[in-house]
């Protein structure tokens, strides 16, 4: 995260409806919070992706049975 220093103020036009609406997504209040929000869940879900990306695909061979026992086990 940047300093205070180092951080800019931006004049952006926003929709209302569309603040509203993430706003009650987010759980957030404040315009800066919610801007702020949205922006760390963008970022989060693109790190994931990626991440996803990273590790590829791979076969566990388990049927549903086996799937199932061992979800009950824990």
């Known amino acids: 995260m940047r300093t205070q220093e180092a951080q800019l103020r931006r004049t952006v036009v926003i929709d209302d409806e569309l603040l509203e609406d993430a706003q009650r997504a987010l759980g957030t209040s404040g315009i ?43």
């Open 32 to 74: 800066r919070e919610t801007v702020e929000a949205g922006l760390r869940e963008a970022v989060h879900r693109r790190r994931l992706q990626e991440l996803r990306e990273a590790m590829g695909m791979f076969s566990l061979d388990l049927t549903a049975e086996d799937l199932q026992r061992l979800r009950d086990a824990e």
